[in-house]
DNA sequence: TTTAAATAATGATTTGTATCACCAAAATAA
DNA sequence: TTATTTTGGTGATACAAATCATTATTTAAA
């Protein structure tokens, strides 16, 4: 964590304070703070200890499993207002993965043990929080048990899909990420995944320039991503 | 549910009774029963409604996903004392997959509403559940991921440690599953899962007949998982 | 029991895509 | 600026595993 980058929080910054009384809320403020980071900056690696939730509060972060020879996998971007990484740090005292920003982004740390404490305070931001985190865990699986069965035009149709419909909300998007993450995020290789991007934009599927995409037929590549 | 099947619950029965008090307890009681499941029998369907949370106490459970072409591909096998699919209803109004028994089985049927109150009224409880869901899906999580990763004898060796480190905790059991479940579960092809078995029984690495197994030397299967 | 259906097993063939090799272009450092 | 590294892109080849085809074996039904 960088020290130098931290700044004051307010309570409006609590994810779902809505939830919470004043005085949880104090607890949590004063045991948070928030962090800047940079393009590229490392968030944290996996093997270390966990010892804060985090809320991603602007920016886009990837989650990443580091793998031999620099093959690393992205599980998914988080985008703002969600917790990194499914709040799973709940369920282990290491990071299975790691974290880096793709953007400038700032985070916000919370003390596991005074968050910890105020769920079980609070049964209803505990409930909120068992909600949230089923919804994705329910959607992630889903997503990398299609990715598993599928082939290269439906990985790369879901990855689209992904970005219109989950990160960016729009047909029209600038991606933050080199070919090799996506491909990592696609779960292919570099040189397939450029291959399939370039056959649908031979197909007038997709209009690329660089890191420019824009989907012209959201049909076409839903139909895909079902098909396999 | 099959009513004619029902029996009393116990408040031994309750999963975790000790962080619940005598009221809370109750009130879960009240609104639970305890179903009986022959082999094969169907527990749910993917996309009814979720109604009910359901807790395994004797038996096998597989939760898969039906694909088109009779296609399946099993998620998990749970066991008893465990919470069917994560207790990820939480996140979902319909199940995202389906489950059926393997052997005799006994699930707990808890009302869903009343479980939700309870879990507002007691964070401990809450922040329990939490942290097992967390667990549960992180490693479901590096499961799925690992698998997808690895090649043939990488996925059949993680299949195997399956069995023997979460499933009978032993290095010898009899499975009962058919060679195309137990391909469904290991994210491969009937074909592919037999002809791998057949290399690793070749190398007496395990003894095999019909669906009886015994692995010889988990250090070796454990290297083939870990090599992929 | 005999018949039918489901499951298990093995061989031959096909195919998708990873891997390898290489060059172009862009970004970064010197 | 030039040099160096990283990223983007294309073609040729290799290979693992899915698919197809067929037979054996077990299990369930008539």
Excluded: C, W
């Amino acid at each position: 964590m960088k020290s130098n980058n931290q700044q004051a929080v307010s309570s409006g910054l609590i994810p779902y304070a809505e939830y919470l009384t004043t005085e949880q809320i104090g607890l949590i403020r004063n045991s948070s703070n928030i962090v800047k980071y940079s393009t590229k900056d490392t968030i944290f690696k996996q093997n270390t200890r966990t010892s804060h939730i985090m809320f991603v509060k602007s920016g886009l972060v990837k989650i990443y499993k580091e793998g031999k020879d620099q093959k690393n996998i992205i599980y998914k971007l988080v985008t703002p207002d969600h917790y990194l990484g499914n709040i799973s740090v709940f369920g282990e005292d290491t990071f299975r993965y790691s974290a880096a920003a793709l953007k400038e982004t700032e985070i916000l740390f919370i003390d596991i043990t005074i968050f910890k404490q105020v769920l079980e305070l609070n049964g209803r931001y505990a409930t909120l929080l068992l909600e949230l985190l089923s919804h994705d865990n329910l959607y992630m699986f889903d997503k990398i048990i299609a990715q598993n069965q599928q082939q290269l035009p439906g990985k790369v149709a879901e990855l689209l899909l992904y970005f219109v419909n989950t990160i960016f909300n729009s047909d029209e998007f600038e991606i933050p990420l080199s070919r090799t993450e996506l491909a990592e995020l696609a779960g292919t290789t570099k040189e397939s995944l450029i291959r399939t991007l370039t056959e649908f934009k031979n197909d007038k599927i997709i209009d690329i320039d660089g890191k420019k995409i824009k989907v012209n037929s959201i049909d076409i590549i839903t139909k895909l991503s079902k098909l396999g």
